[in-house]
């Protein structure tokens, strides 16, 4: 399956900006929906944000809404998170994914390794 590495996170302070980017090793990155999940130590792991393959549909966790915005460019098998407004909640490590072609809900087949987020007060 697709190879998915994550970069850009680091340490911003409260109501900062930061953008995440995930890229794919292969041509598969094109035809896949794509997410943001993050977990925090001691938590489970938490939906963020997921897009369409072709970048036209959206949709964000009510934690995330009108703070975050997910996309993507295709031409360059490249997954974005712009998170704005961040707060100290918004501290964990952030994974990109690739859902499954096999079209079950919630299946993500491919991961990337994580990139920490921190968010000082």
């Known amino acids: 399956q697709v190879q998915l590495v994550e970069w850009g996170g680091g340490l911003v302070q409260a109501g900062g900006s930061l953008r995440l980017s995930c890229a794919g090793s292969?041509?598969?990155?094109?035809?896949?929906?794509m997410a943001w999940f993050r977990q925090a130590p001691g938590k489970e792991r938490e939906f963020v944000a997921t897009?369409?393959?072709?970048?036209?549909?959206?949709f964000y966790a009510d934690s995330v809404l009108g703070r975050f915005t997910i996309s993507r460019d295709n031409t360059k098998n490249t997954l974005y998170l712009q998170m704005n407004s961040l707060k100290p909640e918004d501290t964990a490590v952030y994974y990109c994914?690739?859902?499954?072609?096999?079209?079950?809900?919630?299946?993500?087949?491919?991961w990337g390794q994580g990139t920490q987020v921190t968010v000082s007060s």
């Open positions: 994914a690739a859902k499954s072609l096999s079209g079950r809900a919630n299946d993500y087949d491919s």
């Open positions: 897009i369409s393959a072709s970048g036209g549909s959206r």
């Open positions: 292969g041509r598969p990155f094109t035809y896949r929906a």
